[in-house]
């Protein structure tokens, strides 16, 4: 029998690092060597293959850091990337060549579909609106979800050449048009009850198209969290999103 991939969860204590914990335990080909929470130190997981972080966007750039120095994979769940924490991250691989680091913003299936499918339908539809669903603990809006989400179709109506949306908009209450995201709308609702869900709203001459994900359980981000733990071992540098590793 081959070896089991040592794996430490970051955030452990958290409502993803909990699920993540559960599921690494119960994966055959993987071993739970370490947990780390807040206020611990990071030497806990020194004995790791990969950690998986769950933290907080505040926190995770220095998990990061520590981890890609070690020479030690990290498969990154955590939400709040920019291009420039990217352009970091990509500078410390560029010093370790044979770490890989897999960050999506999204480890459900349907939701990775979800926004291939957005990503697909943009280039035909005049206007474009997001509206992500949350839990109100949620630290961050809108979501990192939300946010990719935009940049495809951002990305897609630029390479079909289309014009900025229509909207007259001259009086609003600030915040009542929701985020723009390089040119799109998005908006974002917090309620007890949700955890995690996203409509993406295209409208065109007579006709609408609603392209809609809901996460109803934390389990739903477990095979994906799994599947990038294994294909972080042969990644070497940044993948970004869960799509290139279907
Ligand atoms: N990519 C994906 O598919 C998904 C991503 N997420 C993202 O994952 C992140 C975590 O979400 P969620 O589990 O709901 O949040 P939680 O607040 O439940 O969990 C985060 C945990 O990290 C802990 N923590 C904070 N700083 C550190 C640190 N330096 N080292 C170790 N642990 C630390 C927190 O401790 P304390 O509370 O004491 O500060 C907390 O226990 C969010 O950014 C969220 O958006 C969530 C779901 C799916
Ligand atoms: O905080 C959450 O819960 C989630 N965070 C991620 C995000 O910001 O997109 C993924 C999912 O939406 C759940």
């Known amino acids: 029998m ?36 807040a206020g ?9 293959r990969v950690i998986v972080d769950f933290t907080t966007p505040g926190a995770v750039m220095e998990n990061l850091r520590w981890a890609i120095g070690r020479g030690i994979h990290a498969v990154v769940g955590t939400s ?5 924490k990217f352009g970091q991250v990509r500078a410390w691989l560029a010093e370790k060549p044979g770490v890989g680091v897999v960050v999506a913003p999204n480890f459900g299936i349907g939701a990775v579909l979800m926004m291939e499918f957005a990503a697909k339908a ?29 940049r495809l179709i951002a990305a897609a109506r630029a390479e079909a050449g289309l014009a900025t949306m229509p909207d007259a908009t001259a009086d609003e209450i600030p915040g009542a048009r929701g985020a723009d995201v390089e040119g799109v709308r998005v908006h974002a609702v917090r309620a007890t009850g949700l955890i995690a869900h996203q409509e993406v709203l295209f409208g065109a001459l007579g006709e ?18 799994l599947l990038a733990t294994r294909e972080v071992l ?11 590793l279907l």
């Open 2 to 37: 081959s070896e089991t991939i040592p794996v430490a969860v970051l955030g452990a204590a958290g409502r993803m690092g909990t699920e993540v914990c559960k599921a690494v335990g119960a994966a055959p080909d993987m071993e739970l060597t370490a947990t780390v929470d």
């Open 208 to 225: 609408t198209l609603t392209i809609r994900h809901d996460s109803l359980d934390r389990a739903s981000f477990m095979p994906g969290v």
């Open 40 to 48: 611990e130190p990071l030497d806990k997981a020194a004995a790791a």
């Open 234 to 244: 042969t990644r070497p540098g940044l993948t970004v999103g869960l799509a290139p």
């Open 80 to 84: 709040g990337f920019t291009e420039e």
């Open 122 to 150: 943009a280039r035909y539809f005049e206007s474009v609106e997001i509206i992500e669903q949350h839990h109100p603990r949620k630290l961050d809006a809108p979501s990192g979800t939300a946010t990719h989400t935009a």
